[in-house]
């Protein structure tokens, strides 16, 4: 079967070559630029008249397909090859880029440096002003509870900022001098005078203690004295009465024993024997309850002591307290006392 096919047309379609030289390819990648070769390619596609009934036919179908794959090998090879021209181009374009970017930003900065240098150094100096400035306002925040010591050492600290040259901050340095200052002058003031508060009200509470002390030893005293006199006393009319009725007893006996006189006296001599014994016993027995007496009396005298000295501390503590809060003394004193007594509600004191 005759294909229409010659030879020269199985091994190369055409003329064969239908793509320029690579020199020459730039033209087809620009937009649309392969149109006229894919036409080319594609019209020799389309008028190849296939015969697969013949071996010929066959190699001529395979020929033409290893063709087709050739024009494209081709072409993707130019374009690979420009490709990556064109991407060392722009890595060099790229690096120059970079390059002359430093170099512009080193010569930019060496060209400010002075400026740059002058405007730090303007920075370092308002910055050191300032922070000065919030140094000096600082001082003024005394904290609670501040000692004279503490105030005075502030008080010298603002001294030392004086002598320092503001330059255009003098007129704020010496706003806020003036404002720390007062401050600062005042809250010593009043430091002091509540310092000699408080020692006066110490020594005050000392001499209270002292003289109320002195009177409370005076009255236990005075009281003992008294106790020691009534038990002497009844002791003495103790014994009285117990002789009066010794001898009260004696006289019956006498009497009655008149007729066994013998026997009576000598009863009387046994019965005044044990008269004196006992007589002797009750003393004993008497100094002995006396003796338990005082020293429960003692006991219980130096427990009221005891407990009274006990609630005058924390009275005293309680006073001590308030005054640290700048109540006075006597306000103070009349607010424990009102306490004590139960008088301000939801208010006890623990003793």
Request: glycine share 2%; net charge negative.
């Amino acid at each position: 079967m005759n294909s229409g096919i010659i030879e020269d047309e199985v091994t190369i379609p055409g003329n064969g070559e239908i793509i320029p030289p690579e020199s020459a390819s730039a033209e087809l990648f620009k937009p649309n630029g392969l149109d006229k070769i894919i036409a080319e390619v594609r019209r020799r596609v389309e008028e190849h008249q296939p015969d697969i009934s013949t071996e010929k036919g066959r190699a001529a179908i395979k020929s033409l397909a290893f063709w087709v794959s050739k024009q494209k090998t081709t072409v993707e090879e130019y374009g690979k090859n420009m490709s990556m021209a064109i991407k060392r181009q722009a890595t060099d374009i790229d690096a120059e880029r970079k390059r002359g970017k430093e170099a512009f930003d080193a010569l930019r900065d060496q060209a400010r440096k002075p400026l740059d240098d002058y405007e730090a150094a303007v920075k370092a100096r308002l910055d050191a002003h300032e922070q000065a400035l919030k140094e000096v306002g600082e001082l003024s925040a005394v904290p609670f509870g501040a000692d004279v010591a503490e105030i005075e050492r502030r008080i010298a600290k603002l001294d030392e900022y004086a002598l320092r040259n503001w330059e255009e901050f003098a007129v704020r340095f010496s706003l806020s001098n003036d404002a720390v200052s007062l401050r600062l002058n005042t809250i010593l003031s009043q430091t002091k005078q509540q310092d000699a508060e408080r020692e006066a009200f110490k020594r005050s509470e000392a001499e209270r203690i002292e003289r109320e002390s002195a009177e409370a030893k005076a009255r236990q005293e005075r009281e003992q004295k008294e106790r020691d006199e009534r038990i002497a006393r009844e002791a003495t009319e103790r014994a009285e009465r117990a002789a009066a009725e010794r001898e009260a007893q004696a006289k019956r006996d006498a009497e009655a024993a008149e007729a066994r006189a013998a026997k009576a006296e000598k009863d009387v001599k046994e019965a005044a024997a044990k008269a004196i014994r006992d007589q002797e016993a009750a003393v004993e027995a008497e100094r002995q309850r006396n003796e338990r007496a005082r020293l429960a009396e003692e006991a219980a005298t130096k427990a009221r002591e005891a407990n009274k000295a006990h609630k005058l501390k924390i009275d005293k503590e309680i006073i001590l307290a308030l005054v640290a809060y700048e109540m006075s003394t006597a306000t103070a004193r009349e607010i424990v006392a009102a306490m004590s007594r139960g008088e301000i509600p939801n208010v006890k004191v623990i003793y």
